[in-house]
């Protein structure tokens, strides 16, 4: 038993739910792509391996479930796929999901982890009196590999 999996029965057992061997392994499949952003049939191929009688329904049921408990976070980057990541119930404490930057031409998705919108939040809660929790930002570009690190010489 790997220390992950220690952890994720801990969080499981703590949200009052049954330790089974498919939810365990669809959070390590997760965890084991940490940059990644999974797709519930590349979450399913990855777990079928440890446990080839697992059914893509399970799967599906499993994801639904560990996202409900904020376990894995479920993303979207208008590409046609629903994604999912480690979820923000696993840090102590609230957290802002972190950022996606998503280049326009090949279509790579890159995390960013700085949150740049304390102060926008702040002034939210100050005149409009309502507090910020989470967000979700994607910001669309092109990465370094097709031409991100161009700088546009001419501005008007």
């Known amino acids: 038993m790997t220390v992950g999996?220690?952890?994720f029965k801990l969080l499981l057992k703590d949200r009052g739910l049954k330790v089974t061997r498919q939810?365990?392994?669809v959070l390590e499949a997760l965890a084991s792509c940490p940059k990644e952003h999974l797709t519930a049939e590349e979450i399913f191929e990855l777990v079928k391996v440890d446990?080839?009688?697992?059914?893509?329904?399970?799967?599906?049921?499993t994801i639904q479930l560990l996202n409900g408990l904020n376990l894995i976070d479920r993303v979207n980057f208008d590409d046609g796929f629903?994604?999912?990541e480690m979820g923000s119930a696993l840090d102590s404490g609230l957290r802002h999901r972190h950022h996606h930057l998503i280049c326009i031409k090949?279509?790579?998705?890159?995390s960013f982890q700085k949150?740049?919108?304390?102060?926008?939040?702040?002034?939210i809660?100050?005149?409009?009196?309502?507090?910020?929790?989470?967000?979700?930002?994607?910001?669309?570009?092109?990465?370094?590999?097709?031409?991100?690190?161009l700088i546009e010489e001419k501005r008007e």
């Open 82 to 84: 629903v994604r999912y």
């Open 5 to 7: 999996e220690d952890r």
């Open 23 to 25: 939810r365990v392994a």
């Open 106 to 110: 090949c279509g790579r998705v890159i």
């Open 125 to 149: 809660a100050e005149t409009a009196g309502f507090r910020v929790v989470n967000h979700e930002v994607r910001l669309y570009g092109y990465c370094m590999e097709c031409g991100g690190d």
């Open 115 to 123: 949150d740049l919108l304390e102060g926008m939040e702040a002034k």
């Open 51 to 61: 446990c080839p009688e697992i059914g893509l329904a399970t799967v599906y049921r």
